[in-house]
Every structure is written in C-alpha cells, then in structure tokens.
C-alpha cells in the first residue's frame, strides 16, 4: 500500500480539478453539487463501484452580495472587508453608523466604549492566528464577545483580520446552520488598524454599510459515500470522513479538498491490493462542515440504526503539515489497540496518540453517539496564514506529503477494520457524558451553544 501510494497516482490531478476547476464549494451553493458529481466519478475511477450520495438539508443557504463599507469621515479611503459567513444582510439602504473601538471585546473593552456602542458599529480587535491554541480560541471567545455587542446596543461588528498583508478570509460563529445573530464583517488587518488609529486619536469615524446578503431558505445538500465491503463482517465498518464543502474566497485546497483528494486516494490504495479487510470501510465526503459539522451530524441521524455496527470514525481536516498521529477524544479505553494496530504505520511517523478533542470537526457527532473517533493530529505547516482565506488554494499543497497521508490514510482504515477484535465498544449515553465532561468538551459546548442540542436529542445519541 505504501508503494501504490508514493508511486504515481491521479492525487495530484484530482486534487486540481476539485480546487481550480470546481473552485470554492459553500455549502447549499451549485459548485458543492459539482464538486458532489465529480467525487462520485472519481470513486468510481479509483475501482470503487458502491459510491452513492445523501442529501439532507441546511436550514439556510446563503452567499456574499455586494459588500462594500464608505468612510464618510474624517477621510474616505478604500476599505477591503466581506461579510462572514451566514451573516444577515444589512437593511436595505445600508446602515449608516459611528465605529467605535471595544478593544479586543472584553468586559473591560467595552465598558470603556459605554454608550456610545448603541446604534454603533463594534469594532474588535485581534492578534494573528499562530497555533491551533490561537484558532480554538477564536471560536471559544468570539460568540461571548457577540454576545457583548448585542447587549450593548451595537448594529454591526467589524473583526479585524487575523491575518497580515490585507489578507481576508470567511467563516461563521453561529451553529447548526442558524443565521448570525448580527450583522458582521471582517476588515483587512491595516485598515482595522488605521480606523483604531483615528479613533485613539479623538476623532469620530463614521461610515456607511452595504451588505447585501443573499439568504435563501431551506437547501439541500449531499454527502458522498464510498463503500469497500468487508469479507467476514461486511455490516461492521470503519468510516473515514473529510469535508467536501469549503469557503469561497479561496478554492479550499488545505481545507480540506486536501483530505478529499486522499481519502479517494486510499481508496484506490486498498482496491489495488485486492485484498477484502474483514469489516467493511466507508469513506465519506461530508458537506455542511464549515456550518457546524452538518453533514456529519445528518449522517449519524440517518444512520442512527447502524451506529451499534460503526468501529470507529477517522477524520482528516487538518491541512497538509505532516501526521504525527491521532486525538482519540477523550477514549482511554480505546488508545492501547490503536496504537497496536497502528504500527505498521510508525515508519510513516504516526506515533502520538492523545486523549485531546476539540469538537470541531466530522468526529465530534459520532463521538456524541458513543463511537471511538480518531482526528489526525497535523503540524501546523501552511494552516494557519491560509485557514478559510483567499490563499487556500492548490498551490499551498505539497503533492508528496499528500501521499504519505494516503498511505497513511490506508493503513490506518485497513488496520482498524481488520483487526480480530473491535478497537472498542460503543459508549452509553451517560459513558458519553462522562467523556464530554473529562475531556473538557461539556465546557465548551456551554460556550458555543450545542450543550441544548445534546440534551433534546437533536445531535448525538438518543436519551
Ligand atoms: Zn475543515
């Protein structure tokens, strides 16, 4: 598997057509259909014949109008902002409003700015996104600071980009498909600095507003399944997932067209060697990620009946830095048999094995139904300056780490769904709430506003 993977292979022209033929691919959006169509055809081309799609549907679909911010003073100037993903539009006519500087959004920002924040635009300020640490908090702190702005009266918020040299990206805060509670932009780092820079100065900013969203309705979107059939237990299976969908402003080349061009990869890997495993493997090409994990949330819902047959769901949305190894989210119970039938991967460096899960990706619903989840642990390489920005595009991908994740990839399904024995059971609904609470993850989900979907039963297993 090692040498079919390394050696030449469609990798590289699949991952081109995804990023620069089929482009950015919003969920609910014509080119995520495509990109549906052509993962399909390209299954089939690597020799697997069970492929078929899922729909489900997302609650809205949405896409960018004509953004455009006018400074009305102390000087116009060309600001370069997009709205952030399923954002409200702005009233129609615009908004025509004061900014003013809440600092980085915290309880001591904006009380300083005090009243003036109602009818006003907030403007955040951040730090550049460095580590996996600086992203997990982004998406921890920016719903409380929301939820400061709201409180405080303001019409908008302005995020200052995370990122240098006018570079922009999107993606939203609001979970489970729901529309933004705000308006909200990002604004190129140096015009955020400039605007923070009149304002500590004393004079007043004002500006007017266009963000004409378009926001359509329920949408249907569809999941990619590819299926190699086991020899001894074919109704057992192992899933491996990465995310079809991603932003636009790029062609989501490190997030996570990367994983998808490799997942069909390995599939094509274990085909050729003509061996069956014993259990069955699923690759799955999830939709609705970048909304809140949709298309995998559908997935469990759907197959809700299955879940006592699933061994494990092995996830890849990490970018293209090399594997080190797998989060097992919290499953102690699981980590002495992964790392067992993990060896034949060692030589390809997988070698860490960690209880961490972050709740952030396809793993998180299957780990909410008592599954043992795998999330590849990546070093952070490219990730970070081109996370859901204009630059996340084919170039920053390197063709020949992507290969050592497809054998890595295929190993790691083949070994897990071989195996004599499971790698471990399904957990109880109260074994779940243990691990969520042991891993920290009760927490978060507090925080972000997935704890009430937990307990109705909407996502993870039924009470
Ligand atoms: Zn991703």
Known sequence: MIQSALGSSPLEEN??????AIGGRVTGTPAADRAAEWAVAAF???????????SFKIPFGWSEGATHLEVLSPVPFVVHLVSI?????????GITANLVDVGVGDDAGFA??????????????TTL?????????????????????IKAGAVAVFWMSTRPSLLLYRHNLSINGELERLPQAILAREDAERFARFLQSGQTVRVHLDMPNRITGPAESKNVVAQIRGREKPDDFVLLGAHLDSWELGTGALDDGCAVAMLIDAARVIHQTGTLPRRSIRFVLFTGEEQGMLGSAAYARAHRDEMDYMVAAVIYDNGNGPITGYELAGRKDVAAAVRDALLPAASLGVKDFTLDGAGDTDNFDFMLQGIPTLVAIQDPANYMLNYHAASDTFDKVDIPELKRHVAIAAITAFALADRLER???????????????????????????FWPLWVSGERGRLP
């Open 15 to 20: 991952l081109r057509i995804l990023t620069d």
């Open 85 to 93: 993903g399923w954002s409200p539009a702005t009233p129609r006519g």
């Open 112 to 125: 300083k700015a005090g009243d003036s924040v109602k009818g006003a635009i907030a403007l955040v300020h």
């Open 423 to 449: 790698i471990g059971p399904r957990q109880s609904r109260a074994e779940i709430e243990q691990l969520l609470k042991d891993t920290g993850l009760e927490q978060g989900m507090h925080d972000d506003g």
């Open 44 to 54: 089939r081309q690597a020799g697997i014949e069970e492929v078929h799609t899922e």
């Open 129 to 149: 996104l460095n580590t996996w640490d600086d992203l997990s908090n982004e998406y921890t702190l920016h719903p409380v600071i929301l939820d400061r702005a």
